[in-house]
């Protein structure tokens, strides 16, 4: 390794472990496969497909589509006309192979008192008695179910007892609100809910039925009435956090039944471990079109309206378990661990499908990674040997900020890889990464990828890709990455642009849920011919990838996506505000955070009243996540004549930068220096 200033002159080899037995060894058989991935991806892929099940060996039609607008509709097909199940390939074909008593996952709870195991014939059953019972009450191939679960085997046995019976799965994570859970259940007209009482992420209490109760109620009022809710009965069999126990008042320093209340709706409500446990354990899988609907996952669109992201079983199986295998250079043995909520596309490709898909062990985990104390990941990989473990750049920022300690008390040398996603990582974070945690001999893997994506698109291959630090490296099978201009011109060899795709590959979205026109125009319309991912990159001289972050209306808070204008609806309504524009502004550990202009209506006052109120209304109607970190009282925003707010002079403001090019096009000019000297003292 030379050291060098730039991150672009530092080169990490893979390391020899890794190599050693790696899926893929060479940077030469990386371009071999890619390129067969590319010129003839029927050859590559149907090679894949033989290693799972389809219903009587029968592969349709491998691949067709259209990726090009002005010739007509958009659309991807991948092996239709074969029939398979992605429950049975990820469960009943390992049990049905002799692999039934292996793990499935080590489940770590919040306290780490609370922890348990569940093998894969295990996990079969009770997928299957769940599967009966939703079929007793009259769910169908095709329906759509939304789940809205903690970190814990019923949420995993949920998402797969769903795709047995061929219905939708509409995961919608744990931390948003009733508002948004509303939004998800309507849009997908889900009818039937799976739920739990409640969870606790660290000392905090989330009440997840009693926002799934306020949820329903919303969604009653906009005409879709959720007839069922199956709700786990979660919190009475967890630690209560025994730091909020004061042992010198008398109570227990460890309380393990929380009398957590939770209201009872009988017509609607039922407990699952009631319903399902008398259901039979045998279950026949509804055999699908590799072309069916397997879920949907709602993701933030620049329209502010989240967009119902939808997969299908048989493109989007091959592609899990393909980059799950090659990514991580996943082989049987190892212990992998993702962070990842499933409430995300990370947890339903790397903590289901992915792993199980492989017939591998993992580690799930309901909890947060300062939780009881600032080494519990290191402690989780310890105690179960990880070898492989994912997570985001937000997670190690934060944890760095604790220094090396809370690493060197545990024994972490069973890491061979680790992976980060979510957003880019900075260099600082990746060397910490490699070094402390990696103790310098694990591959880092920096992996792009989106929720339309399926699964990484862009990522090193741990045992054939020297890395540089910050940058996801090189495209993966079956990816085309072109770097296009504003004019829609491929910019050859070095140079910056817009990341786009030139042809599918199995694991890509196939439509917007009810709203094909929107897939069409937000993916395929800017660059006829490509699928445009909303991202700008930059291909250095060696051919190394560095994404360089959305250049559309969105932002990343801590690897999750937002778009302003979602913000700025939530912000105008609160009665007093007349107008909103939000912007992101760095931030050391979240990545990005947000800084919001506000503009009020006549004689309001800027109390801290209604910043606190301002600041609520987002959290209420996206989730605690999405809270502003700056509010600065506008008199007025830079707008051009045309009406369009000039969003990059805010982007400069909220940094202090006075650089703000040329602002002679907007209709007032002196309010950007206005705003300038307005700076809120926080900021
Ligand atoms: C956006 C997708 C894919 C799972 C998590 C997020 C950003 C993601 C990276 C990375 C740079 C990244 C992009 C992308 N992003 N991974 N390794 N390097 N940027 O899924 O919510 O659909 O967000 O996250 O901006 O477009 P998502």
């Keep these: 390794m030379a050291m ?14 890794v190599a050693k037995n790696a899926h893929c060894s060479s940077m030469e058989q990386y371009r071999e496969m890619h390129k067969e991935s590319i010129k003839d991806p029927e050859a590559f892929w149907s090679k894949i497909a033989k290693e799972f099940h389809f219903e009587n060996n029968s592969v349709g039609k491998f691949f067709e589509y259209n990726f090009d607008i ?46 348990n195991s569940v093998t894969y014939a295990e996990l079969l059953s009770e997928v299957c008695q769940v599967a009966n019972f939703l079929k007793s009450r009259g769910v169908a191939a095709g329906d759509r179910v939304a789940i809205y679960m903690p970190m814990i085997k019923e949420l995993v046995v949920a998402m797969l007892a769903v ?55 919303m969604c009653s009022s906009r005409g879709v009435e959720v007839r069922l809710n199956v709700v786990v009965r979660h919190m009475t069999r967890v630690t209560h956090p025994a730091s909020l126990h004061d042992t010198s008042n008398g109570h227990p320093a460890k309380k393990t039944h929380f009398d957590h209340q939770v209201t009872w709706n009988s017509d609607v409500d039922v407990d699952w471990e009631t319903a399902t446990s008398s259901s039979s354990s045998e279950c026949p899988v509804v055999w699908l079109d590799s072309e069916d609907p397997l879920f949907m996952l709602y993701t933030s669109g620049s329209t502010g309206k ?60 309901e909890g947060v990674p300062t939780y009881p104390h600032t080494g519990r990941f290191w402690e989780i990989i310890e105690r179960y040997k990880v070898s492989k473990f994912y997570t985001a750049p937000t997670a190690i920022r934060t944890l760095m900020k604790y220094g090396d300690e809370p690493v060197k ?104 849920y009810n709203n094909h026109q929107r897939f069409q125009e937000t993916y395929f319309q800017k660059f006829p011919g490509f699928y445009t991912t909303g991202d700008g990159a930059r291909r250095d001289k060696d051919g190394y990838i560095w994404v360089t972050g959305r250049i559309d209306d969105m932002l990343n808070v801590s690897g999750h996506l937002l778009s302003t204008a979602q913000v700025e609806s939530a912000l105008v309504e609160v009665e007093q505000v007349a107008e909103a524009a939000a912007v992101a502004r760095p931030h050391p550990v979240k990545g ?19 910043v606190a109120d301002m600041k609520n209304k987002v959290r209420s109607k996206i989730g605690p996540f999405a809270q502003p970190d ?54």
């Excluded at 967009?307 to 980059?323: D, I, N, P």
């Design 70 to 115: 002005t010739k007509g509709p958009i659309f991807i097909q991948w092996m239709k006309g074969s029939r398979t199940n992605i429950c049975y390939n990820c469960l009943d074909r390992h049990v049905l192979a002799g692999k039934g008593d292996a793990i499935a996952f080590y489940w770590e709870g919040n306290d780490p008192a609370d922890r």
């Design 630 to 683: 700056y509010l600065q009282l506008a008199p007025g925003l830079p707008k051009t004549r045309s009406g369009k707010i000039m969003r990059r002079v805010l982007r400069k403001i909220a940094v202090g930068d006075r650089d703000f090019g040329d602002i002679t096009t907007l209709a007032d000019p002196t309010v950007v220096e206005l705003l300038f000297e307005n700076r809120p003292a926080n900021a």
């Design 306 to 365: 989240p967009k119902g992201v939808l997969h299908t079983v048989g493109g989007y199986m091959l592609y899990a378990a393909t980059t799950f295998k090659y990514s991580f250079n996943y082989h049987p043995g190892d212990v992998y661990f993702c962070t990842a909520d499933i409430g995300w596309i990370t947890g339903h490709s790397y903590v289901t499908y992915g792993p199980l898909l492989n017939g591998a062990t993992s580690v799930l985990f």
């Design 592 to 610: 990005e955070c947000l800084y919001c202009f506000v503009t009020l209506k006549q004689g309001e006052k800027f109390t801290e009243e209604l």
């Design 163 to 217: 795709a047995r019976i061929g219905a939708v799965h509409n995961i919608v994570f744990g931390g948003y609100s009733a508002d948004s859970l509303c939004d998800r259940i309507v849009d997908a007209g889900a009818e039937v809910l799976l739920c739990a009482d409640g969870v606790w992420r660290g000392n905090k209490l989330v009440h997840l039925k009693e926002i799934a109760d306020e949820a329903m109620k």
């Design 4 to 17: 060098a200033n730039s991150a672009e002159e530092l080169v990490f080899n893979p390391p020899e472990l």
């Design 409 to 512: 008390k545990f024994d972490v040398s069973s890491l061979r890889v680790l992976g980060t996603v979510g957003e880019p990582i900075n260099p600082e974070a990746w060397l910490w990464y490699h070094r402390v945690v990696g103790g310098g001999n694990a591959a880092i893997v920096d992996t792009f990828w989106q929720t339309e994506t399926g699964g990484h698109v862009i990522t090193p291959l741990p045992g054939a890709t020297p890395t540089k630090p910050g940058s996801a490296c090189f495209p993966f099978f079956g990816i085309s990455v072109c770097l296009l201009d504003e004019a829609g011109e491929e910019i050859e060899g070095e140079g910056e642009g817009y990341l786009v795709f030139r042809q599918p590959w199995p694991g890509m979205m196939r439509s917007v």
